[in-house]
């Protein structure tokens, strides 16, 4: 609908969900550091996602290739709007932009979203000394065959320092799958991204490997808790919302 395209076309960063070749589910963010869109040409039916500010080492990057499954989900924090994007890989172009196949989309209520603003990089002289003058945002990966580019071991939910980004987030995004089969046209069995707001607390680690979170009632259409009964296997990506700092489980 227009509603959702004229979201979409101000939109600086989504977050994306995927399925890489072994079935793993990854979830990711694509943003631009100067605020521009992160989405081009869009159309009722399909739009282009920009890619390239993928990290190199996201799994994300090798598992968008034309067929794939993809959520995508766009936020304004400022007034706590949201829409969910369905769609498919349909083509990929030789910069690393992909055009997105729309199948579903529907904007969802805002309960529990953190209000929260934000600024580019660069979008002041203030801002861009703070950038240069701060460390550069790091990625921490706890998926083994993905460790960050830095050759650092994959993370630990046991790191002080993880555990508490964690504990203290009151935002997470979720990545999931249905589990599409061949020769399965219902656009509901694709890769769905989602989020999951509350209070610091809602989600916490629980041990070496787990975690749990609160998930309180919503829009009632059991996307994400759906898919999971069918693929247990889910993304999940954490922001320091201060730092720019990222971790991917």
């Not at 190199?56 to 709007?81: K, Y």
């Amino acid at each position: 609908p227009k509603p959702a395209q004229d979201f979409f076309s101000q939109r600086p960063f989504v977050v994306i969900s995927a399925s890489d070749r072994l079935g793993r589910m990854y979830c990711s963010m694509v943003a631009t550091a100067d605020g521009s869109p992160c989405l081009g040409d869009i159309t009722p039916n399909s739009f282009v996602l920009k890619t390239s500010t993928l990290s190199p080492s996201d799994a994300l990057r090798e598992a968008l290739v034309p067929g794939t499954a993809v959520g995508l989900i766009g936020i304004d924090f400022a007034t706590r709007a949201r829409v969910r994007v369905n769609s498919s890989v349909e083509s990929v172009a030789a910069n690393g932009d992909v055009v997105l196949a729309v199948e579903i989309c529907a904007s969802h209520c805002a309960q529990y979203i953190t209000q929260r603003t934000w600024q580019a990089g660069g979008e002041a002289k203030e801002a861009a000394a703070a950038q240069v003058a701060s460390p550069a945002p790091r990625v921490a990966a706890m998926a083994p065959s993905r460790a960050p580019a830095n050759g650092k071991p994959p993370a630990s939910l046991e790191d002080p320092a993880i555990r508490a980004l964690i504990d203290g987030a009151d935002t997470m995004f979720i990545g999931s799958s249905y589990g599409r089969a061949a020769g399965d046209t219902d656009a509901r069995h694709g890769a769905d991204a989602s989020n999951r707001c509350g209070s610091p607390g809602f989600v916490r680690v629980t041990g070496p490997d787990t975690l749990a979170f609160d998930n309180y009632n919503g829009n009632q259409m059991y996307s994400t808790l759906g898919n999971i009964t069918r693929d247990p296997r889910v993304g999940l990506t954490f922001f320091d919302w201060e730092s720019g700092d990222v971790l991917q489980l």
